[in-house]
């Protein structure tokens, strides 16, 4: 019994050894995307937007609370906002008029770039969508 002890203590021990000796292998994981939103206008309007700021763990959890990642505000345009997403796919840009009336369309404009380019945009008279594949 002592004997196998014994054996188990050096199979263990030369076991920690191996392991330690081992050449580490790269556990950095790759840079997270850019991702940035761009918002503009060709009357410099004041726009309502909402934008995903923050990636939710799942759809659920968006779902259970969505002001927990996403952030609405008026914005005077042009105006960007720049944010880390694991998974781009996330990134949702929504803009309407900002509820000034007697004033003509905005035609805003809105686009996602992901790592310096142009993933979607989209141009409307009153109100602009992007968005990528999660929606």
């Given amino acids: 019994m002592r004997n196998v002890k014994a054996k188990a203590g050096a199979v263990a021990a030369v076991a920690l050894a191996v392991v ?3 050449p580490a292998t790269s556990s950095a994981e790759p ?3 850019n991702v940035k939103y761009i918002l503009t206008s060709e009357t410099g309007a004041t726009l309502e937007v909402s934008y995903l700021a923050v990636q939710p763990p799942s759809m659920e959890a968006y779902n259970a ?3 927990a990642f996403l952030k609405r505000e008026e914005v005077s345009t042009p105006w960007e906002f720049t944010t880390t997403l694991e998974d781009p796919q996330w990134a949702f ?3 309407g008029r900002a509820g000034h009336g007697g ?3 905005p035609r805003p404009h809105c686009e996602i770039v992901v790592d310096g380019q142009i993933a979607v945009s989209d141009t409307q008279d009153s109100a602009a969508f992007c ?3 999660r929606w």
């Fill in 93 to 95: 840009l929504q803009t």
């Fill in 65 to 67: 609370d969505a002001y």
């Fill in 131 to 133: 968005k990528l594949s």
């Fill in 31 to 33: 840079p997270v995307p």
């Fill in 20 to 22: 330690a000796s081992a």
């Fill in 103 to 105: 004033q003509g369309n």
